[in-house]
């Protein structure tokens, strides 16, 4: 059976450089599931892999759509299947790399065929933009107390997606959700790459330091008509906005970019535990690491076939 190797981390983990290493050794591609990198508008800061970095090994979703048109993690597994299905199904193993644990577990697990509307969309972006998460927050809680105990209150797409499902059928989200799972053609194997708390913050300091050398202002002011849109509503740009609009000045702009990033690595990291299966491997150099999962790649090779 086909082999999924799922490499998860938090942001500035090193993700890119040892999905390479790994590609290279498995002779396979990468399918990515960073939720905005996706968009070909934005790169500085989603810290997309420049071409350099990706040394050549085939990437999907890089760069793959416009964010005129969000991808929702329905559409990413979607995608994401028939790639697999299709076009990739003669490689004996593939990476799935990134830090976006609902896309990761969209491909992964699977979602509910849960039903979706876009002008429902619309009118919730609108709702967020005018009068803030608050009210959709109490919303939610009105109408599906269950999920609004269970839901990440600083994760907008979420909240946003539960009432569009709720305003859509009239039923609590939480029922769409219980609905039985879809069987996968291949076996899932995750690792999660852990840094020490200080030395990922450090990480994540000095790349945002490297994102406003890079740019970040003019790709922000680039893409200032698309700003409402969800992927533009988050840590990195909503700053930058802030900035652009007068109500911050530049170092505080840097040094929330720091700390929302800071915050959002924590999230990234209580999402992983929620999968006791993965496999937390404590960072090392790129190489030292990518042996050390290609050897447990190959005992779980072994192991299948006794």
């Known amino acids: 059976m086909q082999q999924l190797i799922v490499i998860e981390g938090p942001t500035a983990s090193g993700k890119t450089a040892l999905s390479v290493a790994l590609a290279k050794a498995l002779n396979t591609v990468v399918l990515s599931a ?17 071409p350099e970095e990706m040394e050549g090994i085939p990437h999907y979703f890089i760069d793959s759509h416009s964010v005129s048109s969000p991808v929702s993690a329905a559409q990413f597994e979607s995608e994401a299947m028939d790639l697999i299905k299709g076009e990739l199904a003669s490689y004996q193993n593939l990476l799935l790399v990134g830090g976006s644990g609902m896309f990761i577990d969209a491909l992964c697990v ?4 849960i039903p979706t509307d876009s002008e429902i969309q619309n009118m919730l972006r609108k709702e967020l933009d005018e009068k803030g998460l608050e009210s959709l927050l109490q919303e939610l809680k009105e109408t599906d107390l269950e999920f609004y105990q269970q839901v990440d209150k600083q994760n907008p797409m979420r909240i946003l997606r539960a ?11 939480t029922t769409w959700r219980k609905n039985e799972l879809p069987k996968r053609p291949f076996e899932v194997i995750r690792f999660v790459i852990n840094h020490p708390r200080e030395i990922l913050y450090d990480r994540i ?3 945002v330091d490297l994102m406003m050398k890079s740019g970040l202002i003019e790709e922000v002011q680039r893409v200032s008509e698309y700003r409402n849109i969800t992927a533009l509503q988050t840590v990195g740009y909503k700053e930058v906005f802030d900035y652009l609009d007068g109500t911050s000045d530049l170092q505080t702009c840097i040094e929330k970019i720091k700390q929302h990033t800071r915050n959002y690595a924590k999230r990234q990291l209580t999402w992983f535990k929620k999968h006791p299966e993965a496999i937390w491997l404590d960072a090392k150099p790129t190489e030292a690491l990518s042996n ?3 050897q447990i790649i190959q005992k779980q090779d072994f192991a299948n076939l006794e």
């Open 163 to 173: 009432l569009e499902v709720i305003r859509l059928t009239n039923i609590p989200f």
């Open 34 to 50: 960073d939720s905005r990198q996706f968009y070909k508008e934005l790169s500085i800061g989603t810290a997309k892999p420049r």
């Open 110 to 113: 699977g979602l509910d065929p």
């Open 292 to 294: 050390e999962i290609l």
């Open 205 to 207: 300091n000095q790349r």
